[in-house]
């Protein structure tokens, strides 16, 4: 069946410092990709998705590629900020599941003024 | 605006007690979904149901159960609450032509003594 694996926590950087989260899914299909976030006492919201193999997700300093030959799909984000502290979780979804969410455990980030 | 509502955001129950979780939605949407999210664990599935009166088992069903009577609502019942059903639950909502549209309601955060 589907599943996500994501890099382990806690990850603790520095600001300005270059976050990267690891993400690689086994699916049979061709899965769309999602990346959510989730701050502290809230809830859970999108971050960026990428629905074909090569899409580049992009949104609020984070970036993450679809790669279908390596089957990941990593965050990354340039230099991080104090308010990028939270708890990211890696997510895929497939027609030849019905479309249901597979997420990864979640990457708790936090960063250091 | 979109709306996903779950009925109770904290609640404390004791041991062996009923408990039921309501998600209301506001956009006609099959796809329905409940999760719970867990520290290391990440978000997994419970249930899920795609239209009225239909549902369908997720990867931890056991000691849950849930009704969908109208399209807009969908609950989720522990019959006989227990200390490991301590927990946030996480309704989801599905839409789209490639169900590539989430929505998440608040959560529901349940502690069992």
């Known amino acids: 069946g589907d599943s996500v694996t994501q890099m382990e926590g806690p990850v603790t950087l520095s600001e300005e410092a270059f976050l990267t989260i690891n993400c690689t899914y086994t699916a049979t299909g061709y899965p769309s990709l999602f990346w959510y976030v989730q701050y502290p006492g809230e809830g859970l919201q999108l971050l960026l998705k990428?629905?074909?193999?090569?899409d580049k997700g992009s949104n609020k300093g984070f970036e993450a590629t679809y790669r279908k030959e390596t089957t990941s799909f990593h965050l990354e984000k340039g230099s991080v900020q104090v308010s990028d502290s939270a708890v990211y979780f890696c997510?895929?979804?497939?027609?030849?599941?019905?479309?249901?969410?597979?997420f990864g455990a979640g990457t708790t980030v936090t960063v250091r003024a | 605006d979109v709306k996903v509502t779950q009925s109770s955001r904290y609640l404390v129950k004791r041991t062996g007690e009923k408990v039921f979780l309501e998600c209301v939605q506001d956009m006609d949407h099959e796809n329905m979904f409940w999760y719970r999210q867990d520290p290391g664990l990440g978000l997994r599935l419970i249930y899920f149901?795609?239209?009225?009166?239909?549902?369908e088992k997720g990867d931890i069903p056991e000691g849950y159960s849930v009704s969908r009577e109208k399209k807009e609502r969908f609950s989720l019942i522990l019959e006989s609450a227990s200390t490991n059903q301590t927990s946030m639950y996480l309704c989801?909502?599905?839409?789209?032509?490639?169900?590539?549209?989430?929505?998440f309601g608040e959560g529901s955060w349940l502690t069992v003594v």
């Open positions: 997510a895929l979804s497939e027609r030849s599941n019905d479309y249901k969410l597979s």
């Open positions: 989801v909502i599905q839409g789209g032509t490639s169900g590539n549209t989430i929505y």
């Open positions: 149901s795609y239209d009225v009166k239909m549902k």
């Open positions: 990428a629905t074909k193999a090569d």
